[in-house]
């Protein structure tokens, strides 16, 4: 069964060059996946000749329109209704598409996102969830940035949305939640984060609530669930994966710095390859916007193709296993006799 997906072709540091070698790289793996390329056609149409294959996959929608970087979310909401990223949304909210992926601006794809596709019953606001390797496997975070102020109501929806994300997308049967803070202690923290604590913990949600975790539990897979605000998040995120590459440097200089150390290489080059394969951001690219009437994900803006096209593989798998309407089903059966936003707003 094909199906297809909108994709913001003008999104991202080296869109979109990365775009188009991220598409034809998604299409050797998928080849039942059609494309809907929103850009500048004087653009994508030179790069997509050099890859014929992709013409009978792609189709090019033209805009010159594109939301940049320090575009802000209001400016794109009031003047951005002709950029690459709106109308790539916007396909999916006309069912032209069943999905969408950006690598463009966070926090103008959250916005135009929520107001096009609006969002789940319930729900506040989105919360962009991804992975995160641990010692144990995989735990998923949110938010990663689409939020930076966030309320308990939020705190609270995140670690619902994002205890359904793990059963459904890792298949953990009790996934553990645990929320970020400056310490475990139950007094540590703002208010926001104690005062959703306590609604977790209290609140009659049938959710396996931890407690509070610090930045090393990440790492260590303490929980299968990490939920913070996406100021907060972002940071963590953006902070592993710059520790992440500082690593590989250091190890390049050190198994370049003599002849021994290049002997030492060549013997250690299976297990340094299981190691960067574990550890490659790549890999865990594409993040998806949970609490929206839709697919959307959310691509790092500084990939390059093979992250894209992993990011691109996420839309397919979210669309495939009907990702929305399981988690709509698991949404209901998760809410308590009372709401968890009165009850957090009582304490």
Same mark, same amino acid.
């Given at each position: 069964? @094909?199906?297809?997906?909108? =994709?913001?072709?003008?999104?991202?540091d080296q869109a979109p060059?990365?775009?188009?070698?991220?598409?034809?790289?998604?299409?050797?793996?998928? %080849?039942?996946?059609?494309?809907?390329?929103?850009?500048?056609?004087?653009?994508?149409? %030179? =790069?997509?000749?050099? !890859?014929?294959?992709?013409?009978?996959?792609? /189709?090019?929608?033209?805009?010159? /329109?594109?939301?940049?970087?320090?575009?802000?979310?209001?400016?794109?909401?009031?003047?951005?209704?002709?950029?690459?990223?709106?109308?790539?949304?916007?396909?999916?909210?006309?069912?032209?598409?069943?999905?969408? #992926?950006?690598?463009?601006?966070?926090?103008?794809?959250?916005?135009?996102?929520?107001?096009?596709?609006?969002?789940?019953?319930?729900?506040?606001?989105?919360?962009?969830?991804?992975?995160? %390797? &641990?010692?144990?496997?995989?735990?998923? !975070?949110?938010?990663?940035?689409?939020?930076?102020?966030?309320?308990?109501?939020?705190?609270?929806?995140?670690?619902? !949305?994002?205890?359904?994300?793990?059963?459904?997308?890792?298949?953990?049967?009790?996934?553990? #939640?645990?929320?970020?803070? #400056?310490?475990?202690?139950?007094?540590?923290?703002?208010?926001?984060? @104690?005062?959703?604590?306590?609604?977790?913990?209290?609140?009659?949600? %049938?959710?396996?609530?931890?407690?509070?975790?610090?930045?090393?539990?990440?790492?260590?897979? &303490?929980?299968? *669930? *990490?939920?913070?605000?996406?100021? &907060?998040?972002?940071?963590?995120?953006?902070?592993?994966?710059?520790?992440?590459?500082?690593?590989?440097?250091?190890?390049?200089?050190?198994?370049?710095?003599?002849?021994?150390?290049?002997?030492?290489?060549?013997?250690?080059?299976?297990?340094?390859?299981?190691?960067? =394969?574990?550890?490659?951001? @790549?890999?865990?690219?594409?993040?998806?916007?949970?609490?929206?009437?839709?697919?959307?994900?959310?691509?790092?803006?500084?990939?390059?193709?093979?992250?894209?096209?992993?990011?691109?593989?996420?839309?397919?798998?979210?669309?495939?296993?009907?990702?929305?309407?399981r988690i709509k089903r698991?949404?209901?059966?998760?809410?308590?006799?009372?709401?968890?936003?009165?009850?957090?707003?009582?304490?």
């Amino acid at each position: 069964m @094909r199906l297809t997906i909108s =994709l913001d072709a003008m999104g991202g540091d080296q869109a979109p060059d990365m775009v188009v070698h991220g598409v034809k790289i998604a299409h050797t793996r998928m %080849p039942h996946v059609d494309f809907l390329l929103y850009g500048d056609q004087a653009k994508l149409d %030179p =790069l997509l000749d050099q !890859m014929p294959e992709l013409r009978t996959v792609c /189709q090019v929608r033209h805009t010159e /329109q594109a939301v940049r970087g320090d575009d802000k979310p209001s400016q794109v909401l009031r003047n951005g209704r002709k950029s690459s990223m709106w109308l790539a949304v916007d396909a999916v909210a006309r069912g032209e598409a069943a999905g969408v #992926v950006s690598a463009g601006n966070t926090g103008a794809l959250m916005a135009v996102s929520k107001f096009v596709l609006r969002m789940l019953p319930g729900i506040d606001r989105p919360a962009i969830a991804g992975f995160f %390797p &641990t010692e144990r496997g995989e735990t998923v !975070m949110l938010d990663l940035g689409a939020n930076v102020d966030c309320g308990a109501n939020n705190l609270i929806e995140f670690a619902v !949305m994002g205890e359904v994300f793990a059963r459904m997308v890792l298949g953990i049967e009790e996934p553990t #939640v645990g929320l970020l803070n #400056v310490g475990s202690e139950e007094l540590k923290g703002n208010d926001a984060v @104690r005062t959703a604590a306590s609604a977790l913990r209290d609140g009659g949600l %049938p959710i396996k609530f931890y407690g509070f975790v610090e930045g090393n539990d990440i790492a260590a897979g &303490t929980v299968d *669930v *990490v939920v913070s605000d996406g100021f &907060t998040g972002n940071i963590a995120l953006k902070s592993a994966e710059g520790v992440a590459k500082m690593y590989s440097h250091f190890l390049r200089d050190a198994f370049s710095s003599s002849l021994l150390a290049r002997l030492g290489y060549l013997l250690a080059k299976s297990a340094l390859v299981k190691v960067k =394969l574990r550890t490659d951001p @790549r890999r865990y690219n594409g993040a998806m916007l949970l609490g929206l009437n839709g697919i959307t994900v959310k691509s790092h803006g500084g990939t390059d193709p093979v992250g894209f096209a992993n990011a691109v593989g996420v839309a397919v798998e979210l669309v495939t296993h009907g990702f929305n309407d399981r988690i709509k089903r698991e949404l209901e059966r998760l809410k308590p006799p009372d709401d968890p936003r009165t009850q957090a707003a009582a304490i």
